[in-house]
């Protein structure tokens, strides 16, 4: 199964580019209250934690949307959802395990932040405590149990950002940059130091694109993983 995924990841990086981010990033309401079962409960290991089958089927939904939402495509394989979901499951455990070997924390007023500034819980477009506790309610879950999710997954995007942000060009690298640069100025043109600029920035997403898919392979490839394929 995995194998699988890492033959579609090479033909279609940004695919699972997208994926991933969906699943690691964007935390809907619903999608946040982690469950606490026992070992029939829990669908993966990595380390030290569990992936519940309820986390999993939330990822398994929230990649069905992207699906349908971002590429237009309703009529996914089952299998395909599968191997997405649990796979970008075990990629965040690993950034989690990650970001506490870097002795990374998320401050109370990152998190305070984080939740005033989401759309989520805003009013006319500011936070509203009484109907925050209200939105939670009614999905079940507790301030203290959304938070607690909420801090992981800034713990996830600060491991995330120290890794894409230790990326640069090399010398070799900026010569290409350029060298584009130069053969996109129409003779007798003054330089387009802003085309420059614009083609610098493509070389380096796509440098930090293929060192994030890298080091998320080296990091999975470290990780003690146990996937319990009978209950996807």
């Not at 026992?38 to 290991?45: G, I, P, Q, R, Y």
Request: cysteine-free; proline content about 3%.
């Amino acid at each position: 199964m995995l194998r699988t995924m890492r033959e579609g990841s090479q033909k279609h990086p940004w695919i699972l580019w997208v994926i991933l981010i969906a699943i690691a990033v964007t935390f809907v309401i619903v999608g946040a209250w982690d469950y606490q079962g026992s070992a029939s409960n829990t669908v993966a290991e990595v380390g030290p934690y569990k992936v519940t089958q309820q986390e999993y089927r939330r990822a398994k939904q929230r990649v069905y949307q992207v699906y349908r939402d971002q590429l237009k495509q309703e009529d996914v394989k089952d299998e395909t959802l599968q191997q997405l979901a649990i796979d970008g499951l075990i990629t965040n455990k690993s950034w989690k395990l990650l970001a506490e070997e870097f002795g990374l924390v998320v401050s109370p007023q990152e998190l305070h932040d984080a939740i005033v500034n989401q759309k989520d819980f805003q009013k006319d477009g500011v936070f509203d405590t009484e109907y925050y506790q209200r939105l939670l309610a009614a999905n079940r879950l507790k301030p203290h149990e959304y938070e607690a999710q909420r801090r992981e997954t800034l713990l996830i995007e600060k491991a995330r950002l120290l890794v894409s942000e230790a990326t640069t060009l090399t010398p070799t690298e900026l010569q290409e940059v350029k060298d584009l640069h130069a053969r996109q100025t129409l003779d007798g043109a003054e330089p387009d130091m802003t085309m420059f600029e614009q083609i610098k920035m493509q070389f380096v997403l796509q440098k930090k694109q293929r060192a994030m898919q890298a080091f998320q392979a080296t990091l999975r490839a470290h990780q003690d993983v146990i996937i319990h394929e009978e209950l996807l």
